[in-house]
């Protein structure tokens, strides 16, 4: 069965730093193109990143330069690193699995990001 | 940028009704248009791919359409389960844009 399982949310000062986990298991996130999106309260989805099956990375401009995306293969986790967080980054955060052709066919349950003082 | 603008932004519906949502690309995105549902606190459940393509496990009653840059999510007998917020999102490039989402409410 595929499951991915978000980790790491909580709350954090604005300017302050935090790393999201995705433990996935049923396939290989090496394999497979993987993505965040981020939901915040009450809006709609946005697409943050992708890191693709070959390593290369691509980010949405809300975030390029404070975020950044990684897996570690063996143990088959995707990786959220946020640095320079703002209020405005208070979201949900699902990580997401590339399909065939580009839809997002597997998602995690979320993990939620509070920014504030 | 591809801008997805999705229409009408929320609708009134009753079980049984048929469902139509809107989904316009700023630029031709082929085939590349997604749809999915999804229910409050939860994550968003993947409908219809390529534009037309229906999901393993999603019921018949959900299609999709295309015409040029404009795609159409269609309910055929709306079910009590279906009330939920749908989005399109285009995955022809990055950054995979959303649609702003439809909220389907019950009449």
């Known amino acids: 069965d595929v499951q991915l399982v978000e980790s790491g949310g909580g709350l954090v000062q604005p300017g302050g730093s935090l790393r999201l986990s995705c433990a996935v298991s049923?396939?290989?996130?090496?394999?497979?193109?993987m993505n965040w999106v981020r939901q915040a309260p009450g809006k709609g989805l946005e697409w943050l990143s992708v890191?693709?099956?070959?390593?290369?990375?691509k980010y949405a401009d809300s975030v390029k330069g404070r975020f950044t995306i990684s897996r570690d293969n063996p143990k088959n986790t995707l990786y959220l690193q946020m640095n320079s967080l703002r209020p405005e980054d208070t979201a949900v955060f699902y990580c997401?699995?590339?399909?065939?052709?580009?839809?997002?066919?597997?998602w995690g349950q979320g993990t939620l990001v509070t920014v504030s003082s | 940028d591809i801008q997805m603008t999705q229409s009408p932004s929320s609708l009134s519906a009753s079980v049984g009704d048929r469902v139509t949502i809107t989904c316009r690309a700023s630029?031709?995105?082929?085939?590349?248009l997604n749809w999915y549902q999804q229910k409050p606190g939860k994550a968003p459940n993947l409908l219809i791919y390529?534009?037309?393509t229906l999901q393993s496990g999603v019921p018949s009653r959900f299609s999709g359409s295309a015409s040029g840059t404009d795609f159409i999510l269609t309910i055929s007998g709306l079910q009590p389960e279906d009330f939920a917020t749908y989005y399109c999102?285009?995955?022809?490039?990055?950054?995979?844009?959303f649609g702003q989402g439809t909220k389907v409410e019950i009449k």
């Open positions: 390529a534009a037309a």
């Open positions: 630029q031709s995105i082929n085939t590349y």
């Open positions: 999102q285009q995955s022809y490039s990055t950054p995979r844009t």
């Open positions: 997401a699995k590339d399909g065939q052709g580009g839809p997002f066919d597997y």
């Open positions: 049923g396939f290989s996130v090496s394999s497979n193109h």
């Open positions: 890191i693709y099956s070959g390593g290369s990375t």
